[in-house]
């Protein structure tokens, strides 16, 4: 979710609490305008882009100097409540409306507006929102381990606690985190490090494990919980803080030192309310998922089995190797949308337009520079590459871009890119699933508007999965697993759209294949573009689809080869089978018609199954 | 009546003819079974060359008069999918030999009872037995053999027979020929079995009557008209059975006299019951070289009929105009007789139908006494 976005939901839930009261049409009409001047207010950027923005997330401004104030929407209907005083004493003036509107509008809290949209960020239901929490921790540990270029081990201990509640903690040996950051870290919205840059990453908004210990606060009353060490050195601390909705801050309840057996670390313990559920939507089907993508991590799950008894779960680590670090990049030309080129030529540093292209996009050179210049001039505009990147006026700028969306400029690199790897993604599947085959294919890196992508798909075929039943469709994006929407995801459109019949994979039109077999498709990107905030299916741009399909189809060959052999040799045991059963009762009939002795006969029998062994053809 | 000597001399020739029809039966399937073994003593693969049974194989020839099968074969050739048939239908025809050789039957039902004693090769339900079944009847039919040679008898029987008839029906316990008189059952009928393939007649009559309703017959029999009109009376009882038509065919053949048709004025009656009677049906071509009578006419109800006898009527469903249409359309049959494609297109432009009892409007012995004489008196305005 991006900054802007984020301004639009608060504004819609400001003009929604302000509504609360009964209202009439004329006030749903009011609300309608003060939303729809929220939604003016805001940039024009895409929503799904976090942009090049550097401003701090938690201090929103508007992009546009000099443009509305930002504090709640303009004001133009009627104060809702009024009502009944406007109608008894004639009809009230919009000034004093206004007035009286004013008095009850105030900003809202991102924390605040998020305790009642917990749905926006999977918290919707208990079921949901215990494996919410644990995949936010889980996010968080990879990310951190392998920032810090540490094999991840993780240990995640569910407890239950009471009839519908839980206690998740999630504990990894990373490189801990500083004391001063603990608390904004895991009980403030949209604070992080993954936000602003253009890199390759499973969290990116700095809003999972605070929103989980939000809710988890809202839900029990109990605080999160964290135990974080930095080094030998120093001595492990123990924090317990809340958020504080209003104020979207930490307010911390306690701080200690401890002693703590890891060298470097942190451990997160939030206590929610939850239901356990096995079966797709499952911990340990999620957690199974993870070890899958990531064959370098080692998992350990407590699992409650009864009361006050767990069992334990090790998903070891199936490589030593660590994924190669993604290198960040900066935007490509193609991939800016104009509201977020508006807010770059406003906040970046560069003097002139020339150096603002080179210094702020990747793929900009100075040929590139030139040959704009070339298509500016010969569109009119009054633009140079000399020109103050602030000073350009939003009629140049917009044309500007539209420029820069037909000049020809080089795909961007592809180094921001960390794929799983085919072997990994193999050695994984063999390691988790119990089949006859795997295969795996990673395909060269493509590109959908200016954002680099990776597809990468496996398959597991035959062996102890079950056969007449629908194929499970692991699906990824930056090795995170993907739960719930499964409809709504380009993944699982592209797997039902493949014609596995071809590959003599039965499958019922217009559904997923019904096989003994597992897929695996991985999306890697520094953008992966979703269908919503919560992160749960990947949209359908036909760049991806394609490279999906390319992916699948390159998968389902392969398979299409091993099951050939198995359908062969499957017909060569039918055949003796048949020619053992069968060919006797021939040489009966024979005997019967013909009168043949039992010599003649068992002639006739032999010399047919002669002939019909050595015959290839069934 | 014929004479001792005579008769004695008729049976003999009766066996030495089953004997020889036996005989043909047993000869095919022993030289059928013999080109299989010696093929596979040869090292190579046996075939079974097969009708094509499609409706696109299926033509009408103008010359016979009837529906036949044209010469599309399709191979089947013993590889190790087939060998589960293969060995099916060799052992359903050895059953078929032991059937003749025993003078004995079996119906379908029979027949899949019997394979429950061959082990792996058995059918599991009779819908397998049947197919292997029909597969074998068309094999046989390219030789001119029916079903009922090979002792595959259907399930029903036929229609009743009254008139001037002796059947020679051979005893199955005994072989000893019957004797079965068709003037000598009172008002009840003689009773047409399923297999009829062994039956010999004898008779003087002019011509066979094939009536469509039970009623109509019976009031015929009961008042002896086959007496008077010097004919055999058949009950058909609708669609004639399998049974019913192989008995009036080679009654007809072996007597050389005609068939008439006595059936309703409808759709269903002309283009069902009497096409089906006298050419067969498109769906069963290789069965109507043994089941259609060529010699047979439509005696009435005529379209014309309703209007000269002024006879009641209903008006006609739309199942029956579409019946009509489509038989107008695309029969051969109807397409071929110019005065049939009139007839029928007289019935549509009247919208009625009238049965053969309406004529008991006008008495119920009208029938006897007036219409079938005066019929009968102008055999040549029968329609084809």
Redesign the interface.
């Known amino acids: 979710m991006s900054l802007t976005s984020i301004q639009n939901k608060t504004r819609r839930a400001a003009a929604h609490v302000q509504l609360e009261v009964p209202f009439g049409p004329r006030e749903a009409a009011a609300a309608d305008a003060a939303e729809a001047t929220a939604v003016l207010a805001a940039p024009r950027g895409h929503v799904d882009r976090p942009g090049g923005s550097e401003r701090s997330p938690a201090a929103p401004r508007s992009p546009r100097s000099g443009g509305r104030p930002t504090t709640g929407p303009t004001p133009r209907g009627r104060a809702p409540g009024s009502r009944k005083a406007a109608s008894a004493a004639g009809p009230a003036s919009p000034e004093s409306i206004a007035q009286a509107m004013a008095g009850r509008q105030r900003e809202i809290s991102i924390a605040e507006f998020f305790a009642k949209n917990r749905h926006l960020l999977g918290f919707d239901n208990p079921a949901k929102a215990l494996l919410t929490t644990v995949k936010e921790a889980v996010d968080n540990s990879l990310d951190a381990c392998e920032e810090a270029g540490i094999l991840p081990e993780l240990l995640v201990e569910l407890t239950q606690l009471a009839e519908d509640r839980f206690r998740v903690a999630v504990e990894d040996n990373g490189p801990g985190i500083v004391r001063a950051q603990v608390p904004k870290i895991f009980a403030k919205l949209l604070y992080g490090s993954k936000f602003h840059s253009m890199k390759q990453s499973r969290g990116q908004q700095g809003i999972g494990i605070s929103a989980a210990g939000m809710y988890g606060l809202l839900t029990t009353g109990k605080p999160l919980t964290v135990i974080s060490r930095t080094g030998s050195r120093t001595k492990a601390r123990r924090f317990q803080v809340a958020i504080n909705t209003k104020q979207n801050a930490p307010d911390i309840q306690l701080e200690e030192e401890i002693e703590w057996e890891r060298e470097h670390g942190t451990r997160v313990e939030i206590t929610l309310q939850g239901t356990y559920k096995k079966g797709r939507h499952s911990i340990d089907g999620y957690l199974l998922q993870v070890s899958v993508a990531n064959p370098h991590a080692q998992i350990t799950y407590a699992a409650p089995v009864q009361e006050g008894e767990s069992e334990r779960i090790v998903y070891d680590r199936t490589s030593d190797r660590l994924p190669k670090e993604p290198k960040e990049i900066r935007p490509h030309p193609h991939g800016v949308e104009l509201g977020v080129f508006l807010k770059m030529l406003q906040g970046t540093p560069a003097r002139n337009l020339q150096s603002f292209l080179q210094q702020e996009f990747s793929r900009v050179g100075k040929k590139v520079v030139d040959d704009l210049f070339a298509a500016v001039r010969q569109a009119g505009l009054a633009l140079t590459p000399r020109t103050r990147p602030r000073s350009v006026s939003s009629e140049d700028a917009e044309a500007l871009h539209r420029l820069i969306g037909q000049a020809k400029i080089m795909a961007p690199p592809t180094d921001c890119l960390s794929p799983i790897g085919e072997d990994l993604l193999i050695a994984a599947l063999q390691k988790r699933v119990r089949a006859d085959f795997y295969t795996a294919v990673t395909r060269p890196p493509a590109v959908y508007r200016g954002n680099p992508f990776q597809i990468e798909a496996a398959l597991a075929y035959g062996g102890e999965l079950p056969g007449d039943e629908l194929i499970e469709v692991y699906r990824y994006a930056n090795r995170v697993p993907l739960q719930y929407q499964r409809g709504a995801c380009a993944i699982t459109k592209a797997v039902v759209e493949l014609p596995w019949r071809n590959y003599k994979i039965p499958q019922s039109r217009g559904a997923l294949p019904a096989a003994p077999m597992i897929l695996v498709v991985n999306i890697a990107s520094v953008w992966v573009p979703f269908t919503s905030e919560s992160k749960e299916a990947v949209a359908h741009y036909p760049e991806i689809l394609t490279e999906i399909r390319r992916a699948l189809q390159e998968c389902g060959r392969r398979a299409a080869l091993h099951i050939n052999r198995h359908i062969r040799a499957a017909d060569e045991h039918k055949k003796r089978s048949y020619i053992q059963k069968y060919i006797p009762h021939i040489g009966i009939a024979l005997q019967e018609i013909l009168g043949l002795t039992d010599q003649a006969r068992d002639k006739t029998v032999a010399a047919l199954t002669d002939t019909l062994e050595r015959s290839r053809k069934m | 009546m014929p004479t001792k000597g005579d008769s004695s001399a008729r049976i003999k020739e009766i066996r030495r003819n089953n004997e020889r029809l036996d005989g043909q039966t047993v000869g095919l399937?022993?030289s059928t079974?013999?080109d299989?073994?010696k093929r596979?003593?040869r090292?190579?693969?046996p075939e079974l060359k097969l009708p094509v049974r499609s409706l696109a194989n299926v033509t009408y020839s103008t010359d016979k008069g009837f529906f036949e099968l044209g010469r599309q074969k399709k191979l089947r050739t013993?590889?190790?999918?087939t060998?589960?048939t293969?060995?099916?239908t060799?052992?359903l025809?050895?059953l078929s030999?032991?059937l003749v050789e025993t003078r004995d039957f079996a119906t379908k039902r029979d027949a899949y009872y019997q394979s429950k004693n061959?082990?792996?090769?058995m059918f599991h339900e009779q819908d397998e037995s049947d197919a292997v079944m029909d597969d074998i009847e068309a094999l046989f039919s390219t030789h001119s053999i029916s079903r009922e040679q090979l002792r595959f008898i259907p399930d029903e029987h036929g229609g009743a027979v009254a008139g001037d008839l002796i059947v020679y029906d051979p005893d199955i316990e005994t072989g000893e020929i019957e004797r079965i008189d068709c003037t000598r059952f009172g008002s009840g009928a003689y009773s047409i079995p399923s297999l009829v393939e062994h039956l010999s007649f004898e008779t003087k009559a002019k011509f066979i009557l094939a009536i469509e309703t039970g009623g109509m017959f019976q009031r015929l029999q009961s008042h002896k008209f086959w007496k008077k009109a010097n004919c055999i009376l058949v009950s058909m009882s609708g669609v004639p059975t399998r049974s019913t038509r192989r008995f009036i065919r080679r009654l007809s053949e072996q007597a050389r006299i005609p068939v008439y048709a006595f059936v309703d004025c409808d759709p269903y009656g002309i283009s069902n019951i009497y096409r089906t009677l006298k050419v067969g049906s498109g769906n069963a071509a290789h069965i109507n070289q043994f089941f259609c009578a060529p010699a047979a006419r439509f005696l009435g109800v005529t379209p014309q009929d309703i209007k000269d006898y002024k006879l009641p009527t209903h008006p006609l469903k739309e199942v029956d105009v579409k019946r009509a249409r489509d038989a107008l359309k695309n029969d051969p049959f109807f397409r071929e007789h110019r005065s049939w494609a009139k007839a029928l297109e007289m019935l549509v432009k009247m919208g009625v139908r009238a049965e053969q009892q309406a004529l008991a409007k006008w008495g119920l012995n009208y029938v006897i006494d007036e219409y079938l004489p005066a019929k009968l008196k102008d055999p040549k305005q029968f329609l084809p």
């Not at chain 2, 013993?78 to 999918?81: A, K, R």
Request: aromatic share 6%; net charge positive; proline share 0%.
């Open positions: 399937i022993k079974a013999d299989i073994n596979i003593l090292r190579g693969k013993l590889t190790v999918n060998v589960k293969f060995a099916q060799l052992r025809m050895g030999k032991a061959w082990g792996d090769a």
